[in-house]
């Protein structure tokens, strides 16, 4: 009976995955991801983790592309405008992706 049941463990598993586990995670963040993962992924933890991986860390090409635009945009509106743009202060990720946070006066 067990061998039937380590065969159907076998075929289901990926032989690549791997359990991940998490402490001290905020509970309004636990309460997104599960919402996340249920309503796209029918409650798959892992695939929706994966997603969110892919889209912000691997590839995340087309959010600092959209991020660029507006920039630019910003920067013109403030120059058609005669307004002094925002100062920002930068603070660089482990990824050294930029992340750029308005300077509050």
Not at 11 to 29: L, T, W, Y
Not at 52 to 76: C, G, N
């Amino acid at each position: 009976m067990s061998e039937e049941i380590n065969n159907v463990k076998e075929k289901i598993i990926h032989p690549k995955a791997q359990k991940f586990g998490m402490e001290r995670v905020p509970r309004d963040s636990v309460q997104a991801f599960k919402q996340f993962a249920n309503d796209e992924f029918v409650g798959d933890y892992g695939m929706a983790f994966k997603k969110l991986v892919d889209t912000m860390l691997v590839e995340p090409q087309p959010y600092q592309q959209i991020y660029s635009i507006l920039e630019d945009h910003e920067k013109r509106l403030a120059k058609a405008e005669k307004i002094e743009p925002k100062k920002f202060k930068v603070r660089k990720t482990i990824s050294g992706r930029e992340i750029k946070i308005p300077i509050q006066e």
